[in-house]
């Protein structure tokens, strides 16, 4: 069983304490995850084969369970992505139409969004509710959808596109 990546457990317990590293390492037992500073104030991407994650920046907006709340919804999205696999994500990504994209997008942010909030209660036994919700529902976030998918297909037209337009949000990555 492959642990927790090392680089990453010592950011984690640099700005939290073992215990929260102990209750949350099996979880991510074999998932690479990354610390790096990431544009925009985004708190984490995930990619199918790593997950990058914003970790100071978070755990100072967001506290110790905000933290752990994002790295679960990052980690929703990366199981969900093994699950159903490389060419569902891609499809979803790069060949959906403008409303099954808005559709699934609100579907996929609402499925990590529910594992992180039932997560963290299960692991640390807090209650927290998601930063996004009721906004995740909201013609706001349809509409930055939107706004999204057009910038997708504007500039994304291959599998290496794609990576390379997630990749350029990642501003350096913390050893």
């Known amino acids: 069983m492959k642990m927790l990546n090392k680089s990453f457990k010592e950011h984690l ?52 369970y905000g933290l752990a709340f994002v790295i679960l919804h990052e980690l929703a999205h990366y199981k969900r992505i093994k699950k159903k696999g490389k060419e569902w994500y891609l499809n979803y990504i790069l060949r959906s139409d403008e409303e099954t994209y808005v559709k699934d997008t609100i579907l996929e942010e609402t499925i990590a969004d529910k594992w992180g909030v039932d997560m963290v209660k299960e692991i640390y036994g807090v209650t927290i509710v998601a930063p996004r919700n009721p906004i ?36 350096n990555v913390r050893q």
């Open 136 to 171: 995740i529902s909201s013609k706001e976030f349809s509409d930055r959808t939107r706004v999204m998918y057009k910038s997708i297909r504007n500039s994304v037209k291959t599998e290496a596109d794609w990576d390379n337009m997630l990749n350029s949000y990642v501003l």
């Open 13 to 64: 317990l640099k700005n939290t304490d073992q215990e929260f590293v102990d209750k949350l390492n099996p979880y991510l037992e074999g998932v690479n995850i990354i610390n790096a500073s990431l544009r925009h104030g985004i708190s984490g991407i995930a990619k199918p084969e790593l997950i990058y994650l914003n970790l100071e920046t978070t755990i100072k907006k967001m506290g110790q």
